[in-house]
């Protein structure tokens, strides 16, 4: 069992920067790897980064690569995706995600509550 367990959603300004973090706990062992996925009103869940769960590998969204960053806190337990010059396309229901490592949902088995980030003009 693994819990994930959400946190820095919230509304920025467009050009803004915002920092979510997911804690994990539980049978971490098992994990190989981290995501983070967006899910927009009437779109489908979109990958937005991965990185492995010793944090030495990452793979990125081509679209947002170089204005997200996906890390990790090893001592902390936590994941974290650094957002930087937001806009208000990347308004969506943010999610973290434990299992495999890739960009396809179908490898997380764990998946956190969502949290909210909303993008202004």
């Known amino acids: 069992q693994v819990q994930l367990v959400e946190s820095g959603g919230g509304l920025v300004q467009a050009g803004g920067s915002l920092r979510l973090s997911c804690a994990v706990s539980g049978r971490t062992y098992r994990i190989g790897g981290m995501g983070w996925f967006r899910q927009a009103p009437e779109k489908e869940r979109e990958f937005v980064a991965c990185i492995s769960w010793s944090g030495g590998s990452t793979f990125y969204a081509d679209s947002l690569k170089g204005r997200f960053t996906i890390s990790r806190d090893n001592a902390k337990n936590t994941v974290y995706l650094q957002m930087n010059s937001l806009k208000p396309e990347d308004t969506a229901v943010y999610y973290c995600?434990?299992?495999?490592?890739?960009?396809?949902?179908?490898?997380?088995?764990?998946w956190g509550q969502g949290t909210q980030v909303t993008v202004s003009s």
């Open positions: 995600a434990a299992g495999g490592y890739g960009s396809s949902p179908s490898v997380y088995a764990n």
